[in-house]
């Protein structure tokens, strides 16, 4: 079977040496410096061990096209955001391929306002990289490469200025926290954010060399080792990130993980009550999330799955908060990206605010029965589409169809969405209702359709 590279805003990613080749990193890089008209490029990757030489090759690609580089070394994804902001840049790259497994890697791309690059960007870059034809320059005006090893303090200086964010209420209340950051780009990043509030940080899996000991996505049940050690150190909560460090998990207290759904959903709760406004998420987001926006009078409006569909959907609605319930939590007043030391800082904030432990705050939320599975394509996955919601209309009286990304079906009480992944050659199945009945019966129907 030939390896898949995955191509869309999400950005450009394959399996290393199959699909993402030389020759790939350096027509999309060629590409890219076209894009920004040579302008500056800051750059920064993930801790997997292809990310430092295809950072080489892009930085190099893009010197020679004339770029000005500004490489950040092993930072976070939103670092890169933040950083092109800082620097005025014309764009970023990051090379990281975020929850994929160890033999993937990709190219994030990000436009001047730091921000991934829109559909349209996209389709624009998409032709330059089909033509061919790209600006490499002379030896008299090659572009220059620069470092800057700052960019994490800066990120966190960003974080501690967010006014719901409470340094010392969170140094009073003393919290222990174990850190899992699977080798990635949180490694240093996350850890020291805490300390910066006060915490006491135990680590695991920090050691930023991209050994990826257990499955990348920050799901429950990926998350076995750090509950272990939460219960062993006698931690207040455990805190996990992908490995670019844009989404975060949480663990609590006796070292059950809570699900990254309600680490978007608790955010929004917090900050909702210091800054009301309106919320959007994306079509995949649990319902809690609406639920808890709803209880304090605001409303919440629903996007296509990806963070650049989020963020244009919150700038239309003038979103105060955000994000994708994977964890990733998209906060406008410091900046349009997901960003795990955001979601941090909120989380922490809130449980010093409350004065009560993770698993006691996590049982105010209404309770939902939420499924999310993958599954490799296989046939015809439109004409399979086209059946699924022909059985869901005969099942359900009353349900509506969204069909803004994929198929969602909402019913009283619950929903399902299946869709293409934007990441993977998978489709992902998600869901949930009030009751355990309700959502199997929704999977069952599914399943169904697309066997």
Known sequence: MKAPLMKSISGVRGIVGRSLTPAVLVNYAAAFARFVKKGTVVIGRDGRPSGLPINELVKATLALCGCRVIDLGLVPTPTVELAVLHYKAAGGIAVTASHNPAEWNALKFFNASGEFITQQQFLQLEKM??????DPQTADKL???EYDDKMIERHIRAVLKIKAVKPSRIKKARFKVVVDAINGAGSLALPRLLEKLGVRVHCINCKGDGDFYRKPEPTPDN?????????????????????????LALVNEKGQPIGEELTLTLAVAYYLMHNKGNVAVNLSTSMATIDAARMVGCKTFLSPVGEANVIAEMKKRRAVIGGEGNGGVILPECHYGRDALV?????????????KPLSELAETIPPYFYIKKKAPLAGDFERKIEKTEKIIKKAFTAVKVDRRDGLRFDIPGGWILVRKSNTEPIYRLMGEARTKTEIDQLESLIRKALK
Do not use: E, T
């Open 223 to 247: 998350l076995k080792d750090l509950g272990r050690a939460v219960r062993k150190n006698k931690a207040d909560l455990g805190l996990a990130c992908d490995p670019d460090a844009d989404r």
């Open 129 to 134: 990289v089909a033509s061919g034809r790209f």
């Open 343 to 355: 979601g941090a800082g909120l989380i922490m904030s809130y449980l010093a605010d409350i004065n």
């Open 143 to 145: 572009g220059r490469i």
